[in-house]
Structures are given as C-alpha cells and as structure tokens.
C-alpha cells in the first residue's frame, strides 16, 4: 500500500513538472499577426486550445522515453573538419553541433545557428530533457564567431549559458520582441528583426524570413515574441535555416524571393505524436516539401538525435527521410544527414 502510495505520488510529482515545463509549448489560437493581446501569431493558421491535448500527449508517453543511458552509441560522434574550419573558408561549409546547433561558414564569416552546448534543454541544468547524444565538441574548440541568429526563444534554440559564453563579441540576430531577455542577460550586440527585414553584415545579407512556430519560457509570455527562420545571402552562395515550423505555404515565397539556396537546414523530428505536434513542426515528408518550396539545391536534416522532446523513435526521422527521398525521385546526398560533429563544404 505504501509503495503504491509512493509511486502514485512519484508519477504526480513527474507529471505535474512535466506538464509544467510543456505548459510555455501549448500552441494557442492564432489568425492574424497579433491577437488582442499583442501575442503573435502564425498567419492564416487555425489552431484550437491544446492544453487538454497537451495533458492527453503527457500521459500517453509515460515510461516510453528512452533514457540517456539506453541511448549510448545510437549516433556516432565524428570529428570536425578542423583544418577547413579554421581556414576561414569563402565558400559555404557547415559543421553540425547538434539539435539546430550548426556552425555555418561562408565568405569568411563563422555564424552559429540556435547554438545549444549544455546538457539540457530546460529552465534549470538540474532537470528537463538531457542530451541523448553528447555535444562532439566544446564551445571553446570554435573559431572566433561573427554573427549568431535565434529563431525563436524556446530552451533548446536559445541556451542562456551558451549566450552567456559567447558573449558581446558576434552579432546576434533576434526576432522582434526577443533583444530585452538579452539585454537583461548584459548582451547588447543585438539586431532585433521583423519577417522579411534584411540586414547587411560584410558581404552577406542576414534576412529574417518566416516559420510556422510560437514561443514562450514560461506559461505566462506565451508568444510575447515572434519566431523565424533566417536567410544568409552571400555573393555566391545562399544559405537558409529553418529553426522551429511546421509546414507554411510562406515557404514558396521564401524560395520566390531568396532562392534557390545552396543548402537549407530543415528540421526532421519531433512530429510524434503528429495529431499534436504537425502546427509546429515538420515531419520528415513535409521537410521535403519545404526543400522544394525553397528550391533548394541540397538540404540537411536537421532537430534530431539530440535532445528527446517527442515521441517518435530516435532514429526514425532518418529513415523516413530516405523513404520520402526515394519515393520522390531524390538523391540521398541532396537532402542529407550529418552525423554530431561532422563538416561538410557545400560545392556552387
Ligand atoms: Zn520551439
Ligand atoms: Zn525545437
């Protein structure tokens, strides 16, 4: 009786701070740009209050997460391309952290998307989602760092303690509404963008393009700011990162006005369970869909294997990935996977 009583109790106390922490990842209504409230919005897209589905999700997914002990060796780590990195290479070449983490290059430039380094995706390092796969390299190991952009000011795109390490020294780029949390964090170096603002930085243009997506820390400024994805326009090579989003017909007109990229990082999982999760992310058919929108030459999949934030097996983004490629008639090493860690220079 008293152990029934104590796992009773253990289960509420889990569940409780579970849906705590997936309370500022509920999705609420959404028509125009902003309600009346002065929460944004993801035009054109109907979405019902989902807290009931939230609880719902919750309990489903009790004991099915695996744990990180279980998770060893699922990913392998690989080995920087150090050499090529350091050679502040003009064409594009990319190094993947992990998660939304990528080390981008082009025309001299190192800029780091959504850059995640800590152990977990959460409030606190005491609790919340812990890295299933390790990061393959520490922050200090990269090259002096230009230019930073954030899609969105969820935990696992916007990591208070790589902030903090990386500092004043690059320039971050921001959607509206997200520079005061970096001010109050002492970084001022913050460009603060609107969807379709452009910004010129040397020889490659930083645009703020859209995302189907919403954002929060807490239950209590539940889309206060705007999430994005973004566009690196160089002289000779384009570059397009996603962030977070489900699938949005704005894609095409990302791919009007900007295309075609060299290379998009599009995301290829967390879509489980998809009756809960599609508003907001893609699953791997539809990351296809955005490669083509974008009339991307080659794209990497991306929001995998790193953090455990959904329900579909670990490994499954990449194998649904190479369906979908094979039953529309697309190469493999056109939409591609990295393994942690690994570089790849992407040809004109
Ligand atoms: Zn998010
Ligand atoms: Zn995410």
Redesign the pocket.
């Given at each position: 009786m008293i152990v029934t009583r104590m796992v009773l109790a253990t289960f509420s106390i889990s569940l409780i701070s579970s849906v705590l922490l997936n309370l500022s990842m509920v999705p609420q209504k959404m028509d125009m740009n902003r309600d009346k409230s002065n929460r944004f919005q993801n035009p054109g897209l109907k979405q019902g209050n989902q807290f009931l589905g939230l609880l719902k999700w919750q309990f489903s997914r009790i004991g099915k997460v695996p744990s990180f002990s279980s998770a060893q060796n699922v990913f392998p780590i690989a080995e920087p391309d150090w050499r090529k990195i350091n050679s502040k290479p003009d064409e594009l070449v990319i190094t993947w952290v992990g998660h939304s983490t990528l080390l981008v290059q082009i025309e001299g430039l190192a800029i780091l998307t959504d850059p995640i380094f800590s152990e977990r995706c959460s409030p606190s390092q005491l609790f919340g989602p812990k890295r299933f796969t390790p990061v393959p390299f520490p922050l200090s190991a990269l090259p002096a760092i230009d230019a930073v952009v954030i899609s969105?000011d969820?935990y696992?795109?916007l990591d208070e303690t790589t902030v903090k390490a990386l500092g004043n020294d690059p320039v971050w780029f921001v959607p509206k509404g997200v520079k005061p949390w970096f001010i109050k964090k002492g970084i001022t170096n913050v460009i603060e963008m609107d969807w379709w603002q452009e910004y010129q930085l040397g020889r490659v243009t930083i645009v703020c393009t859209p995302s189907q997506?919403f954002s929060g820390r807490s239950p209590f400024n539940r889309n206060k700011t705007l999430w994005s994805s973004w566009a690196i326009i160089g002289t000779k090579q384009r570059f397009w990162f996603a962030g977070?989003t489900g699938y949005s017909p704005l894609f095409s007109e990302v791919g009007i006005k900007y295309g075609p990229f060299d290379l998009a990082a599009i995301p290829i999982g967390s879509y489980g369970p998809e009756w809960f999760m599609l508003p907001i992310h893609v699953n791997p058919a539809q990351a296809v869909l955005v490669h083509k929108d974008l009339q991307a030459r080659q794209s990497v999949g991306i929001h995998y294997g790193t953090f455990i934030l959904s329900d579909e097996p670990v490994t499954e983004p990449v194998t649904l990935l190479k369906k979908e490629l094979e039953k529309n008639g697309i190469r493999e090493d056109e939409f591609f996977t990295l393994q942690h860690g690994e570089t790849r220079i992407i040809e004109k």
């Open positions: 969105h969820h696992d795109h997506h977070d």
